[in-house]
């Protein structure tokens, strides 16, 4: 079973987020603070969903903390940022495509979401 990090400082999506990527056949590991990703260890983790703007830190800090390790074929996991603030500037937008593979805009679309973390894009 492939693993999933979800960092996510609001309890009612992250719980969510817990339900969906269960279902699609994920464990998933979810907490709401930098400190407690860290705590959870690097993985291995096929999929890891941050908020960008966490309550006390910014989810790009969290990244660069984390030393994430892959499981299964993938030898990375696949990172993604999430957010509802569209207000990022240039040099966030360039370190949002340095650490990830992209910034999810909220609220999520489940089937998007879906495609994006089991890599069915047909």
Known sequence: MSRAL????DD????????LLETWGFEAVSVATG???RAAGD????VV???????????LDVLRSLKLRGCGDAPT?????????LDLTAAARDEIATLSLGLLLKPLSA????????GDTA
């Open 6 to 9: 979800i960092i996510e400082d």
């Open 12 to 19: 009612a999506l992250r719980e969510e987020l817990v339900d």
């Open 35 to 37: 400190e407690a990703a």
């Open 43 to 46: 993985g291995p983790y096929a």
């Open 49 to 59: 969903l941050c908020d960008y703007k966490l309550r006390t830190e910014n989810g």
């Open 77 to 85: 996991p696949r990172v993604y940022l999430m957010t509802g603030h």
């Open 111 to 118: 089937g998007a979401l879906r495609a994006i973390v089991t």
